[in-house]
């Protein structure tokens, strides 16, 4: 007799393969698709340092950034992770104090940064970045290539030590108060006339009294 015969057909799945640079797929993971739906392509993936910037049908990165497979798709693909280096802020807290060269506002993953040494303010000792304004742990000089995320530091500054001494004949009288001073810190001299003889006054230009007090800033010699 006659035949009839009907032909059964099974869709086929094709393959997913992601290839995520050293990055992670985080969720929305996808290994297979099919023929007439649209398959996205995850975009929850990381990698430390870096910024996902899409997948791409070739490892050279080239041509447009892929993010869906239409529904008329066909064929096993393969997609390559794009990723972007991070950059971060760095803030110098340098507590009135200057940065005269090699200053940096930011550093790149992978490359890190190293901190500016030559930092200087009036009556005080650099003693290097902190990464708390505390104090706590030790200085810091680099922020290493391994490093991620914004940064602030904070400088330590030691305040100086200036000597205050006087000049006199020790015929005539002494003098009291020579020493060493912090800095800004009020010294007080005071001129004691020896037997026979009569305090005049300071170089300075001070003549009514023994006692002087200076405001320290540097390295002072008095003369009585």
């Known amino acids: 007799g006659n035949k009839m015969f009907w032909a059964k057909w099974k869709r086929i799945v094709y393959t997913i393969a992601l290839n995520t640079n050293g990055g992670t797929?985080?969720?929305?993971n996808v290994t297979s698709y099919s023929l007439?739906?649209?398959?996205?392509?995850?975009?929850d993936v990381a990698?430390?340092?870096?910024?996902?910037?899409?997948?791409?049908?070739?490892?050279?990165?080239?041509g447009e950034q892929i993010n869906t497979i239409g529904a008329t798709g066909t064929g096993n693909k393969t997609f390559y992770a794009n990723w972007l280096v991070n950059s971060y802020n760095v803030i110098?807290?340098?507590?009135?104090?200057?940065?005269?060269?090699?200053?940096?506002?930011?550093?790149?993953?992978?490359?890190g940064a190293t901190l500016p040494t030559d930092v200087t303010k009036t009556?005080?000792?650099?003693?290097?970045?902190?990464?708390?304004?505390s104090y706590i742990g030790g200085s810091v000089a680099s922020v290493l290539p391994s490093e991620t995320g914004d940064k602030t530091f904070y400088a330590k500054?030691?305040?100086?030590?200036?000597?205050?001494?006087?000049?006199?004949?020790?015929?005539m009288g002494t003098?009291?108060?020579?020493?060493?001073?912090?800095y800004k810190s009020t010294a007080?001299?005071?001129?004691?006339?020896?037997?026979?003889?009569e305090f005049i006054g300071w170089n300075d230009g001070e003549l009514k009294d023994e006692r002087i007090q200076l405001t320290v800033t540097k390295d002072t010699t008095l003369t009585a």
């Open 47 to 62: 990698k430390t340092g870096y910024t996902f910037a899409g997948w791409f049908d070739n490892a050279r990165l080239e």
């Open 175 to 182: 003098v009291t108060g020579e020493d060493y001073y912090e």
């Open 25 to 28: 797929i985080n969720s929305g």
């Open 123 to 133: 009556g005080y000792t650099f003693s290097g970045w902190y990464t708390n304004s």
């Open 157 to 171: 500054w030691t305040v100086n030590e200036y000597k205050v001494s006087a000049d006199f004949d020790k015929v």
């Open 92 to 111: 110098l807290v340098t507590y009135e104090g200057t940065i005269n060269s090699e200053n940096i506002e930011n550093y790149t993953y992978g490359t």
């Open 188 to 197: 007080t001299l005071k001129a004691v006339s020896n037997e026979g003889y």
């Open 36 to 43: 007439g739906a649209t398959t996205i392509l995850p975009t």
